[in-house]
C-alpha cells in the first residue's frame, strides 16, 4: 500500500477548512480543535474512575473472531468501567474495547467539559460517542454506514489510523450489503487480497489533543497502539444526495443485511465473502489485460 502522512494545521478558518478538506474529502488532524475545552485536561484515567467507575461495561472482543462478514457483534464479557479503564492506563494488552459508547447517559455533567467548534455546521449533538480501546485491539476497515463527516479527539495514549479515499474502494475487497472490507489490514495477506498493494491512502498517529477530521465516506481502520479513549463528534453530510445515500444505507441496506443474516447465515456470510473477493480481482484482471 501507498500510505502518506496526513496534513496538520493549528488554525484554520471555517472557509479554509471548506475548501481545502471537506469539499475534497481529504483528511486533517486539528491540534487546536479541542483547546478550549475543560475534557483536554481533565478527562484523565483517575477522574473518569471517580466519576463513572462504578458502572458496568460491556466489551467486544476482537473483531476476527466473529463470523467473518457479521456485523452485528456480542460482547465478550461484562466488568466495572474502573476496571476496565485500569487495563488501559497499565497498558495491558488486550483485543477489549468499548465503541459506540454513550457515557454522557450515565454521567450527564460530562457533557459540560466540551462544546461543538464552529469549524461546520450541522453537528449531531444527540451522538456524542466514545471510544476506548487497550493496546494491541483494533477496530476493521470500514466507512461509517451513515456517511457523516467525524472529528474523532484523542484521549491517553496512541491511536494509529489508516484512511482511504471511497475512489480505492474497488481495491479494499468491500463485501456486500455493508460498508466493511473483507481484508485484515493488521494482519495483511496479500495472497488472498492481492489488491491491497494497489490501494493508495493516509496513515496517522494520533495522540492526545489532537484531533483527526474524518470526511464522509473515508475507510479507516484503526489500531491502538496503546490504552486510549476518543470522543467522536459527527456532523450531517453537507450535500443533499449524501444525506439520502446515508439514510439509505441505515434503513434499506442495513435493514436488509440484517435479514439475510438472520435466516441465511452462514449461506450469506459465504455469498458475501465470495463476492467481495470476485469483484475486486475482476478489477485486477481487467487492469492486468489493459497493461
Not at 94 to 121: C, G, T
Request: include cysteine; proline fraction near 5%; hydrophobic fraction near 35%.
Amino acid at each position: 500500500m501507498q500510505l502518506q502522512e496526513v496534513d496538520t494545521v493549528q488554525d484554520i478558518s471555517p472557509e479554509e477548512f471548506y475548501e481545502k478538506y471537506v469539499s475534497t474529502r481529504t483528511p486533517v488532524k486539528l491540534l487546536n480543535y479541542t483547546k478550549s475545552w475543560a475534557a483536554r485536561d481533565k478527562w484523565t484515567y483517575s477522574f473518569l474512575r471517580e466519576i463513572a467507575g462504578h458502572h458496568k461495561v460491556k466489551l467486544h472482543g476482537a473483531w476476527q473472531d466473529n463470523e467473518p462478514t457479521k456485523i452485528e457483534m456480542p460482547p465478550k464479557k461484562e466488568t466495572s468501567f474502573s476496571e476496565y479503564l485500569d487495563m488501559l492506563e497499565h497498558n495491558v494488552e488486550s483485543d477489549l474495547r468499548i465503541f459506540l459508547f454513550n457515557l454522557f447517559k450515565l454521567e450527564p455533567s460530562l457533557l459540560d467539559d466540551f462544546n461543538y467548534p464552529p469549524i461546520m455546521d450541522g453537528y449531531l449533538e444527540e451522538f456524542p460517542y466514545m471510544f476506548f480501546g487497550c493496546a494491541g485491539s483494533d477496530v476493521r476497515l470500514h466507512y461509517d454506514i451513515d456517511l457523516s463527516n467525524v472529528f474523532i479527539s484523542q484521549f491517553g495514549g496512541k491511536k494509529r489510523v489508516t484512511l482511504f479515499d471511497q475512489s480505492q474502494t474497488k481495491y479494499l475487497y468491500k463485501l456486500p450489503f455493508t460498508t466493511h472490507s473483507a481484508a485484515d489490514l493488521g494482519a495483511a495477506d496479500y495472497d488472498k487480497y492481492p489488491a491491497l498493494k494497489l490501494a493508495s491512502g493516509w496513515q496517522t498517529d494520533l495522540l492526545p489533543g489532537e484531533t483527526l477530521f474524518m470526511p464522509s465516506g473515508i475507510w479507516h481502520y484503526m489500531q491502538y497502539v496503546e490504552g486510549s479513549f476518543s470522543l467522536s463528534l459527527r456532523t450531517l453530510n453537507p450535500s443533499p444526495m449524501g444525506k439520502l445515500q446515508g439514510a439509505y444505507n441505515v434503513f434499506v441496506i442495513r435493514k436488509l443485511d440484517e435479514y439475510f443474516n438472520k435466516f441465511y447465515k452462514n449461506t450469506w456470510s459465504d455469498y458475501k465473502l465470495r463476492k467481495a473477493i470476485e469483484r475486486t480481482n475482476e478489477i485486477l484482471d481487467s487492469q492486468s489485460v489493459e497493461h
